[in-house]
């Protein structure tokens, strides 16, 4: 099972990326596979990466996410191309819609139709890799624009058509799409023992595009912290939960809210909503089931996270996104380090025994 971190989130301003940088040194330094840098409305997803791909020897850098309304298409193409030469091809490209309040808010863009945008977006960013001439007519992209002085061009930097791209998406048609078009998934709100929920999806889009889940990377992202006291492990994790349920999104689209509600958690998902948009925000972190925090994280003791790593995997998740908590980013380093450890225990073991 390969692993990975997040650098960066909407909240973060950059303040101390000194110790940023030493984390993913770090990493790097333990075989971590990935780094993925977040985008919302604090740092942009690329910068770090372009910095950290000179820092960094082995470690394939990642956008998780870039927003596809914050950029045109050719623009996500020329800045796929140039990570991937910085980076001595060590880039992969992860692409998502974000949401309306973020889209239509800082953007100034519709949010409407998202996944014909996503799909648009996609086959032109391709073209560009391809070394194709970028010339393309679509619902709600048309390259050269029409009636204009515009011609069909083809990107000057070498063609990078092998180059990754990963999709962050969670809805039924949204997951069909990334098995159709995808070579991996960046995925949230997950929760092994329901799987199918996700992968089902993601099955019809590969039978789409002639493949099947072992052509797919599944990437599935959760907090480590080892110990024996699980009350304040989960009380600690609660409020993220209740932001994810209630403040990723609007009141009336909220494709985390709705993904939990799939997963058979619906009725929690809809009171911590509800609460949450009501500005109970207390109360709203309070109805967080303990079980919710539980089957999303590998909290607890050794033992407790091993059975948690069987399940994600025997679940058909192939990499996972490791979040650790500290004081301070040594402490983080630190736990990180406890994780890799013990992942790379559990694949060896699964190894010798042939599971």
């Known amino acids: 099972m390969k692993t990975s971190i997040a650098i960066g989130s909407a909240y973060y301003n950059g303040e101390d990326w000194a110790e940023v940088v030493d984390y993913t040194l770090e990493a790097d330094r333990m075989g971590v596979d990935f780094v993925w840098s977040a985008e919302a409305w604090g740092m942009d997803a690329v910068v770090p990466l372009a910095y950290l791909a000179a820092k960094t020897k082995n470690i394939t850098l990642g956008t998780g996410i870039i927003q596809i309304s914050s950029r045109v298409p050719a623009m996500i193409a020329m800045t796929a191309q140039s990570m991937a030469t910085v980076s001595n091809n060590r880039f992969v490209l992860g692409l998502g819609v974000s949401g309306p309040q973020v889209v239509e808010g800082l953007h100034g863009a519709a949010f409407a139709h998202p996944l014909g945008r996503l799909r648009e977006c996609l086959e032109i960013v391709r073209l560009g890799l391809s070394n194709e001439r970028v010339q393309y007519e679509g619902k709600h992209y048309v390259l050269p624009r029409p009636g204009g002085e515009g011609k069909a061009i083809r990107l000057s930097q070498p063609p990078q058509q092998h180059l990754p791209i990963y999709l962050a998406t969670l809805?039924?048609?949204?997951?069909?799409?990334?098995?159709?078009l995808a070579d991996g998934w960046l995925g949230t709100s997950f929760i092994p023992e329901a799987a199918e929920v996700f992968l089902d999806c993601l099955r019809k889009g590969l039978e789409k595009s002639h493949r099947k889940m072992k052509d797919i990377d599944i990437q599935i992202g959760g907090s480590f912290e080892i110990g024996d006291d699980l009350e304040p492990m989960i009380t600690a994790r609660k409020p993220a939960m209740a932001f994810t349920l209630g403040g990723m999104g609007s009141a009336t689209t909220?494709?985390?809210?709705?993904?939990?509600?799939?997963?058979?958690?619906?009725?929690?998902?809809?009171?911590?909503?509800?609460?949450?948009?009501?500005?109970?925000?207390?109360?709203?972190?309070?109805?967080?089931p303990d079980e919710m925090i539980l089957k999303t994280n590998l909290i607890g003791t050794e033992a407790m996270i091993r059975d948690r790593l069987r399940r994600y995997r025997d679940a058909g998740v192939t990499s996972l996104r490791v979040s650790t908590t500290g004081k301070n980013w040594r402490e983080r380093t630190e736990t990180l380090a406890q994780a890799i450890d013990l992942i790379k225990s559990e694949s060896s073991q699964w190894a010798k025994t042939g599971e």
């Open 171 to 180: 809805g039924p048609k949204a997951l069909e799409m990334t098995g159709e």
């Open 254 to 288: 909220n494709f985390y809210n709705d993904a939990f509600r799939r997963s058979g958690y619906e009725e929690a998902a809809i009171a911590v909503q509800q609460l949450w948009v009501n500005g109970k925000k207390d109360e709203a972190i309070k109805r967080v």
